[in-house]
């Protein structure tokens, strides 16, 4: 889906600008610092299922039970996606707190009298998924 | 042994697909994106491609249209696996030359039936 430009004409005190501008940039910084956990979350636990699954193959249980393990690792490894998805709302959380943000700047320095053509930007949400059950298949 | 491109942007997605295929047996080469898929692969052919389409430098999409002006990746399998899920993204991905769309997160054990049923 094409992102789409937004005109709005709403008038605006500079010091309140230019404090949303700064209100905007900080929750983006945090935003970000929310990314990098997930990531470091994320791959510690990924460490942690090859360590399980390794262990399965010496762990001296039936095939039965080693099946039903491998079936519940499965199961967490489809959940522990929920990284992935969550990081790419969190960039495109910041993209639109940003251009909030560069839109307000804009808006600062635009020239009383010029009509500048100041806009902000609708971006596409590449997420659309409520749950992290696993998604649909489809072969052309 | 079929080799495998994996292609994600994201560091974890990447690792989960590479820890499912090697597990089934696959060989698998890994690329952040379009661009470093398409350099990886002047030095190695594989067997089957499974790219996200949402990348830095250059999207998946893209690079399926790019691998397809290849006679060598012409008729070779490729999946795209990712969070998009729209009807006009897939007919997008099926018009560039996409074998499959795949939505996240993927269930390890159908992604693999998936990869099975369609290499040669």
């Known amino acids: 889906m094409p992102d789409e430009s937004v005109h709005l004409d709403v008038p605006l005190a500079v010091g309140e600008a230019v404090e949303l501008q700064d209100q905007l940039l900080e929750a983006a910084t945090d935003l ?6 997930l990531e470091d979350a994320a791959a510690q636990l990924m460490a942690r299922f090859a360590g399980a699954n390794s262990e399965l193959a010496v762990l001296g249980q039936g095939p039965a039970v080693q099946e039903r393990l491998r079936l519940e690792i499965s199961g967490a490894m489809t959940a522990l996606q929920f990284q992935d998805m969550a990081s790419q709302l969190i960039l495109h959380t ?5 251009g909030v943000a560069d839109f307000l700047g804009a808006r600062i320095s635009a020239d009383e009298d010029d009509a500048a053509e100041v806009s902000l930007v609708r971006r596409h949400c590449p997420v659309a998924q409520r749950q992290v059950d696993a998604g649909s298949i489809e072969l052309f | 042994m079929a080799a495998i491109l994996a292609v ?4 974890s997605l ?9 597990s089934s047996g696959f060989e698998v080469i ?3 994106d379009g661009q470093d898929a ?9 067997d089957l491609v499974l790219t996200d389409q949402n990348m830095p430098r250059m999207d998946g999409i893209t690079l399926v249209k790019q691998l397809r002006a290849q006679a060598q990746y012409q008729s070779t399998p490729i999946l795209i696996l990712t969070t998009e899920s729209s009807d006009k993204m897939k007919q997008a991905g099926r018009a560039a030359g996409a074998t499959g769309w795949l939505v996240k997160p993927f269930d390890p054990r159908r992604l693999v039936e998936v990869i099975r049923k369609v290499l040669p």
């Open chain 1, 32 to 37: 970000d610092r929310l990314g990098g956990l």
């Open chain 1, 94 to 98: 910041i993209h639109r707190i940003r």
């Open chain 2, 8 to 11: 994600d942007d994201s560091t």
């Open chain 2, 14 to 22: 990447r690792q989960m697909v590479a820890f499912t295929l090697k």
């Open chain 2, 30 to 32: 890994e690329a952040v």
């Open chain 2, 38 to 46: 398409l350099d990886k692969l002047r030095d190695r052919s594989v």
